[in-house]
Nanobody, 117 residues
Framework: QVQLVESGGGSVQPGGSLRLSCAASASIDSIAVIDWYRQAPGKQRALDATFISGGSTNYAEFVKDRSTISRGNAENTISLQMMSMKPENTAVYYC???????????WGQGTQVTVSS
């Protein structure tokens, strides 16, 4: 079973940047889609960005131009680079994968991001 581990969360001041990583226990080439979601306190999970096998990407309107999803520097990782962060970025960030062929859904355990001065 493929496992996902998020890292890179922490505290940052408004206007700052943070880079999250999602490390998969299997080859990224076995994964069809990786998404980054956020869940703010008391709110439902919301999709931030999607990385599709082959390199295509999609972004939610509320993060466009402030976030970039891409292959990470480490093997089998997908990163989410967040810039010009705002307090409303405060949330637990999760990555989710859909496996090729089976379309099995896998979630990571999440990483906390806090934006405050």
């Amino acid at each position: 079973q493929v496992q996902l581990v998020e890292s890179g969360g922490g505290s940052v001041q408004p206007g700052g940047s943070l880079r999250l990583s999602c490390a998969a226990s299997a080859s990224i080439d076995s994964i069809a889609v990786i998404d980054w979601y956020r869940q703010a306190p008391g709110k439902q999970r919301a999709l931030d960005a999607t990385f599709i096998s082959g390199g295509s990407t999609n972004y939610a309107e509320f993060v466009k131009d402030r976030s970039t999803i891409s292959r990470g520097n480490a093997e089998n990782t997908i990163s989410l680079q967040m810039m010009s962060m705002k307090p409303e970025n405060t949330a637990v960030y999760y990555c989710r994968a859909r496996l090729k062929y089976t379309w099995t859904e896998i979630w990571g355990q999440g990483t906390q991001v806090t934006v405050s001065s």
